[in-house]
């Protein structure tokens, strides 16, 4: 599965961003998907993870009502909502899936990934 991430830019302190991620070539139903991060000089992170259907969510403490993970399976996208953005939330965004059903922060139990998108809060 190839992951296609986008919707990374520049964004002041306390402004919004929305994030996608599609794959090619699969159905995305099939895969547990997640977001996370990577700070310069920070190990990459968990951000946010979904269930096949979408019923199930978990969000780092970090994010918690700040961000919000969701899919559209019909469109075969994830998104990540991005709320009230911090100069802290700087990193590249990736998304990952994994084609176990179990959620997991691990980022070892993510066969695939996309190339990442940078988000920059300025503040």
């Known amino acids: 599965v190839q992951l296609q991430a986008s919707g990374g830019g520049l964004v002041q302190a306390g402004g919004s961003r929305r994030l996608s991620c599609a794959p090619s070539g699969r159905t995305f139903s099939n895969y547990v998907t997640a977001w996370f991060r990577q700070a310069p000089g920070k190990e990459r992170e968990l951000v946010a993870v979904?269930?096949?259907?979408?019923?199930?969510?978990y969000y780092t403490d970090s994010v918690k009502g700040r961000f919000t993970i969701s899919r559209d399976n019909a469109k075969n996208t994830m998104y990540l909502q991005m709320n009230s953005l911090k100069p802290e939330d700087t990193a590249v965004y990736y998304c990952?899936?994994?084609?176990?059903?179990?959620?997991?922060?691990?980022?070892?139990?993510?066969?695939?990934w996309g190339q990442g998108t940078l988000v920059t809060v300025s503040s």
């Open positions: 990952a899936a994994r084609g176990l059903s179990a959620l997991t922060g691990d980022a070892r139990g993510y066969q695939y």
């Open positions: 979904i269930s096949r259907s979408g019923a199930s969510t």
